[in-house]
């Protein structure tokens, strides 16, 4: 499955950050959760809105979508302390 989803990328395309972006950006609003949910966890989420970041938390915790849990799990813990919307969560 994996080796499906990630046959277009080859080690040697060495992808930017913004190119990185700029896929999951499509993927999100294609209706992606997981990537949304990376977005958030490499600090360019669809929407800077407080509403929106606890929202995207609480559907990444309703979905139980394994993959989505794996991407939101970078901007959570420690690194969401500094975030009022994610702190505590």
Sequence with gaps: RVGHRCARFLPTDTLSFTQ?????????????????AALLA?????D????????????VQAS???????????????AASDDAALAGR
């Design 20 to 36: 990185l972006v700029e896929a999951r950006q499509a993927a999100a609003l294609a209706g992606s959760l997981p990537a949304e």
């Design 42 to 46: 490499m600090g360019e989420p669809l």
């Design 48 to 59: 800077d809105d407080a509403d929106y970041k606890a929202a995207l938390v609480d559907r």
């Design 64 to 78: 139980r979508d394994p993959e989505a849990f794996v991407a939101l799990a970078p901007a959570m813990g420690v």
